[in-house]
């Protein structure tokens, strides 16, 4: 029962924490293109995490774990990030919020095909209302929908999804810290290069608003925000643990709404609530 409470409480942390993501970079795509956005929160939370990793004097992950950290640094390091941000040029953090609802079953799919789950058929009928759901919103809004924004944060929720999966997986061994530390240095021979090819010409265009939207998903989304995901993942179960994720578009929408002062229509609400009752009932036959 400890365990299960300690890892119920730290996937919710983590939850919390992502809930800013997607407003964060919203914010930070107004001063930065997307591709240097993407590679400068990889880099700033790499120099993080290798700090943190020298100070603490961590041994070097095995040779085996490095084919799950580059599945972990091309879902959440590199695919994630850039998706979302190449995403939200063309719908608003509102509107992308509640693909989150995706998230769970796709964080579910490869618990099972990478953490070696095996959730009850329940289980996938709730999980599947409830992205049927988040499907259906997306479609309703007619005109305002950007189907290559969809696209993008469809395929954002599936490199996500995996990256979930196989950290949290790998994390019962090695830590969940350790894990996106790990990941977020091998990335960084990659995010140098293309920090460098996306340099801004001009910085005086970049407002206070979007370098604290940087300094957020760097500091909290990139590395905070996964010491308690992964760590809730790992204790809790990936499968059921995941389904806190639908929590987000609550956070997520409230933020979009009072912070970014962005329209959250009575349409994002319903289909943000409906979908947590999706998830209760997922989460008791996980």
Request: proline share 4%; aromatic share 12%; net charge positive.
């Amino acid at each position: 029962m400890q365990s299960a409470a300690s890892g119920w409480g730290n996937g919710l942390l983590g939850v919390i924490i992502f809930s800013g993501s997607l407003p964060a970079t919203r914010v930070a795509v107004g001063g930065f293109s997307a591709l240097f956005l993407t590679s400068a929160r990889a880099i700033i939370a790499a120099l993080i995490g290798a700090a943190v990793l020298a100070l603490l004097r961590q041994a070097w992950p095995e040779r085996k774990d490095f084919v799950s950290l580059t599945i972990v640094s091309m879902g959440v390091v590199a695919g994630f990030p850039l998706l979302t941000a190449l995403a939200l040029q063309h719908i608003t953090s509102a509107h992308s919020i509640v693909f989150i609802g995706l998230l769970p079953l796709s964080t579910a799919i490869f618990a099972v095909l990478r953490g070696g789950e095996r959730p009850r058929p329940l289980f996938w009928l709730f999980a599947v209302l409830g992205s049927a759901t988040v499907a259906a919103f997306a479609l309703s809004n007619g005109s305002t929908v950007s189907v290559t924004g969809d696209l993008l944060m469809v395929a954002a929720i599936v490199l996500c999804g995996l990256g979930y999966a196989e950290g949290a997986a790998l994390s019962r061994r090695i830590g969940g810290w350790q894990v996106i530390s790990w990941a977020l240095l091998l990335a960084l021979p990659l995010m140098l290069p293309l920090a460098l090819l996306a340099w801004p010409s001009t910085w005086n265009g970049v407002g206070a608003p979007a370098w604290i939207g940087l300094a957020y998903v760097s500091v909290f989304s990139m590395f905070v925000g996964f010491i308690f995901w992964y760590r809730g993942l790992a204790i809790g179960g990936i499968a059921r643990v995941g389904q806190l994720q639908q929590l987000q578009p609550f956070f997520g929408l409230a933020l979009a709404g009072f912070l970014l002062h962005e329209p959250v229509a009575w349409s994002m609400i319903a289909a943000a609530a409906l979908v947590v009752v999706c998830v209760f009932f997922a989460r008791r036959y996980a």
